[in-house]
């Protein structure tokens, strides 16, 4: 459901452009032209409809979800009406592909919302590979989506990491392209032909063996963290994919640690953190580390 009180005007405006101003898109608009239920200070309304200042503007639009409902366990970190935030488990993937139709963060979201009766579809706002655990930001509704995309909501995220070796720097900021690799539909590597990928990492303990990071990620670019650690000759800790070694653990040590952004309905700044997991804070305490996941 979109909600919102139309704020000053300009000008005489419907239903219609006050969503446009509320900063939906103009396919949403067309959709819920066409099929959306509307209202205007709890009165049945049509887009055609002129709003003022203050009214309070309420549209429903039938979401369809296209994932099969499946009963895996869910952790929610934060939930709202529009908003939903899942500490992801290593080896979930994210949504269904053409090898693995089922058991992914989709399909467990599906049978979420339909367990609790909401009419919600599966807008997720960034990607996690399959074998990084942590926190996802799923949007409830389309224009939520958008208006992440449209909007300046300080949207942060940040990452917990385990590298081989001793990290050579207390900060590094990373601005290496990404692109895939040649011959490869999986693994990718710097380059100048690639889009832009902007890291920031900071080393926080390090020991013979592997060095404790935090990164924030300000582009979302595919194994972005992964291929800027080992292109600077520190792969991750499990990611032998890009180099790294599995003597310690059988994933790539990387976790989501903390989503932050300004809500794009309430306006109110949140922030959402996630413990790290077990695999990685055995390695934290053999190197007697006090660490879980809460500085930045």
Sequence with gaps: MIQFTVGSLQKKTSLLGALRHFGVSSTMRRRIKHSGVCKINGHDATTKDFVVEGDRVEVTLPEKNSFTPEAIPLTIAYEDDYIIVVNKPAGLLMHPTSGAHTGTLANALAWYYEK?????????????????????????????????????????????????????????????????????????RTGVAGKAAHTDIRR?????????????????????????????????????????????????????????????????????????????????????????????
């Design 116 to 188: 609790t009766g909401q009419s919600c579809a599966y807008h997720p706002m960034h990607r996690l590979d399959r074998n990084t655990s942590g926190l996802c930001l799923i949007a409830k509704q389309p224009q939520i989506q958008y208006a992440f995309s449209r909007q300046d909501l300080a949207y942060h995220r940040f990452y917990a990491a385990l590298c081989e070796g001793v990290f050579p720097a207390p900060l590094v900021t990373v601005h290496w392209p990404i692109e895939r690799l040649p011959g490869s539909i999986i693994q990718r």
């Design 204 to 296: 926080l303990a390090a020991c013979a063996d592997y060095s404790l990071l935090e990164m924030v990620l300000h582009t979302g670019r595919t194994h972005q963290i992964r291929v800027h650690c080992a292109s600077l000759g520190h792969p991750l800790v499990g990611d032998d994919l890009y180099g790294g070694s599995r003597r310690f653990m059988e994933r790539q040590a990387l976790h989501a640690f903390r989503v932050q952004f300004i809500h794009p309905v309430t306006g109110n700044y949140i922030t959402v953190n996630s413990p790290l997991p077990a695999d990685m804070q055995a390695l934290v305490h053999r190197a007697g580390w006090d660490y879980n996941g809460d500085s930045v």
